[in-house]
């Protein structure tokens, strides 16, 4: 695990800076603390900070071929690297080291572009092939390891892990992108490709890009995507039976380290799940680690111990106060660009308890998206029943008038806010899971944005985010539709982005079992009434599970990994949140409107509505600005 970055002279042979590379470098410096270097030729140069998990003596980088025409910076890890160097030494290849990073180069040596077919693990790379004058680099397909990239002015490409890596270059203008900015308010992080900035992108997962030197940077070529068939032909025992066996192969495949290695428990149903098939699989107990919370309501401790005491797991537990609000400024400077998922803050806080014992953690990330575990789901088939049930044209006449008489209840759960659901049953299919995904909701966002922001929005919405995946998803069944929309936007933009700033903020490194590939393929040929049934989320994987976990750790109410933002922002927050909204950076920018963000303080700290998410949105973008030094005069300009 690592953190990668470098820049290519896409125009000629020019010699990069010594002192620029050296400074994007170190700006990644908690990603790999054990080892840094740097590699300069003309016209290219590479950084690496390397966190030492496989191959500890011989596994440096940046990486070469036998004559050094190809070059390699690497982030992540390759876990059938094995298997793939037995395959390249039937062709001929000689390996100096055991690492997975020679396993790539030999890989591009023998199969060109294609080596990301033969790959299977969490990955981001680059590759300078002299020979052939070109720069290469690739993404996993889930997403789990995040690449930024854009080009300069003067003709630089840079790239780095983290945005802040590009930004330590000081060749790239500060430009924000009022699409991003949309689209943040609207989901509560900025979905790929984009970034905050005009002129910088993500490589999206499960993509490549081939920059030829000489040559218009052209568009990521699309390399892998999950397909949802729903078509085979298997009962209900035997679907448990091998979702058991490709969890344990998942598994298994995650547990190669020459490092202190555990897992994240949480209580809920995937961490147990991963934690348990890594007890079967190794004879020493597993170090496992658990966040706890003061307030009871957020608090699932309980039934972590249930799992930690069935396997007898090295298991500690650390509470944290409900009033753990101090990282508000060290987040923005974490995540580089605005983010408001609150469960940053505890997430950080378990990989930062994880770090004190182990240096690998195993996760249960991913498995609510391809497994059918939201509740949202259930919500969701519930109105695509009703929108089924009548013509979208009567839909909008009957239920659109009711939705906007109807009183807002955003207090009452979500089942009884007949506003809410008359509004989802007013539109399509895909309009309806955007407006359930968004953290401020239209109309709120319209009023929230001033006249001169929407202006250079030029009619934009963060929808056709969800409509430009929705073309490509190739399935009509509800289900699987939304299962899509989410692997290709919440669980790469939301949860891959937080699980690994917040864990390479202290250098450790977190593996994904229920996000290896062709676990996710298997899984998407599954007919969705073995994911989601009646009220049954997760269906199969609970029945599954039912050998391996304890009754109430599989059918209990789903709790998440919550923060009371409510309570904070009427009590301990509040001054705070005052003085950023009407007087901070965001307050200056002119791009929101001052009195929508007096009433949305006012209703909250009365208590007549609750804008927690709203308010933290606010709160977490006026923090960007502040750690990005974008003053109101920058700001301005900027837009």
């Given at each position: 695990?690592?953190?990668?970055t ?14 620029r ?18 590699h ?12 030492s ?5 011989t596994?440096?980088q940046?990486?070469?071929n ?7 910076v ?91 890596s ?35 992108q ?43 066996r ?6 298994k ?22 934690v348990a ?16 919370f ?59 308890l ?26 969701h ?7 089924r ?53 239209d ?13 250079d ?8 985010v ?32 937080k ?17 290896d ?11 969705s ?50 003085q ?18 007096a ?28 750690n990005a ?11």
């Open positions: 695990m690592c953190g990668i470098g820049l290519f002279d896409t125009r000629g042979q020019r010699l990069p800076e010594r002192e590379l050296h400074r994007m470098n170190e700006s990644q410096h908690h990603r790999g603390p054990d080892e840094g270097d740097l300069i030729e003309p016209g290219v140069g590479f950084g690496h900070r390397r966190l998990v496989i191959d500890i003596a596994g440096q940046p990486i070469f036998d004559d050094k025409s190809v070059a390699l690497f982030n992540g890890e390759v876990y059938n690297y094995l298997e793939l160097m037995d395959e390249l030494r039937g062709h001929g290849y000689v390996f100096r080291t055991k690492s997975d990073s020679e396993a790539i180069v030999r890989a591009w040596e023998h199969w060109g572009e294609d080596c990301v077919h033969h790959l299977r693990g969490m990955f981001a790379f680059m590759i300078h092939d002299r020979r052939r004058d070109c720069l290469f680099m690739a993404r996993d397909r889930m997403g789990v390891k995040p690449l930024h990239y854009a080009v300069t002015e003067d003709g630089w490409l840079l790239f780095g892990s983290e945005l802040k590009l930004m330590a270059h000081g060749g790239l203008r500060q430009e924000i992108d009022p699409r991003a900015v949309e689209a943040y308010f609207a989901l509560g992080y900025v979905p790929d490709p984009w970034t905050i900035y005009r002129h910088a993500k490589l999206a997962p499960g993509h490549r890009l081939l920059v030829k030197r000489g040559q218009p940077l052209g568009e990521p070529q699309r390399y892998w995507d999950v397909k949802f068939t729903l078509d085979a032909k298997i009962g209900e025992e035997e679907a448990a039976e091998e979702l058991r490709r969890l344990t192969e998942s598994v495949l995650r547990l190669k380290a020459e490092v202190p290695l555990g897992a994240f428990l949480s209580g809920g149903v995937d961490s147990s799940a991963v098939a890594m007890a079967q699989l190794d004879g020493q107990p597993v170090n496992t680690c658990s966040i706890g003061d307030d009871p309501k957020f608090n699932e401790t309980e039934f972590a111990q249930m799992v930690a005491d069935r396997y007898h797991t090295n298991h500690r537990t650390e509470t944290v106060s409900s009033d753990d609000f101090g990282l508000v400024d060290l987040l923005a400077h974490l995540y580089d660009e605005p983010y408001a998922d609150s469960s940053a803050i505890p997430t950080y806080r378990v990989c930062q994880a770090r004190k014992h182990v240096t690998v953690a195993l996760s249960g990330d991913g498995g609510d998206e391809s497994l059918g575990g939201y509740r949202r789901y259930r919500l088939m519930m109105e695509e029943r009703m929108r049930a009548f013509p979208l044209a009567l839909r909008r006449g009957v239920f659109g008038p009711l939705a906007r008489v109807y009183p807002k209840a955003d207090w009452a759960p979500r089942v009884f806010r007949a506003k809410t659901t008359f509004q989802a049953i007013a539109r399509n299919s895909v309009d309806a899971y955007f407006n359930t995904m968004g953290l401020v909701r109309p709120l966002r319209q009023q929230l944005f001033s006249d001169g922001f929407k202006r929005l030029q009619g934009w919405h963060a929808s056709e969800f409509h430009h995946h929705a073309r490509r998803a190739g399935t009509d069944d509800p289900l699987a539709l939304i299962q899509y929309l989410d692997i290709h936007t919440y669980l790469p933009g939301d949860i891959n982005t699980v690994d700033r917040a864990s390479m903020a202290h250098s450790l490194e977190v593996r994904e079992p229920l996000m590939h062709p676990f996710v393929e298997w899984i998407a040929t599954l007919p009434d073995l994911k989601l049934r009646g009220p049954e989320g997760k269906y199969i994987f609970k029945k599954a599970l039912e050998p391996m976990l304890p009754h109430d750790v599989l059918y209990r109410p789903k709790m998440g990994f919550a923060v009371p933002l409510a309570r904070w922002l009427r009590g301990p927050l509040r001054e705070q949140t005052r950023a909204l009407q007087q901070g950076a965001l307050a200056q920018t002119g791009w929101f409107n001052p009195a929508t963000i009433r949305l303080l006012d209703q909250h700290e009365r208590g007549a509505m609750d804008h927690a998410q709203p308010l933290w949105a606010l709160l977490m973008f006026d923090a960007f600005l502040r030094g974008l003053g109101a005069a920058t700001a301005r300009a900027a837009a």
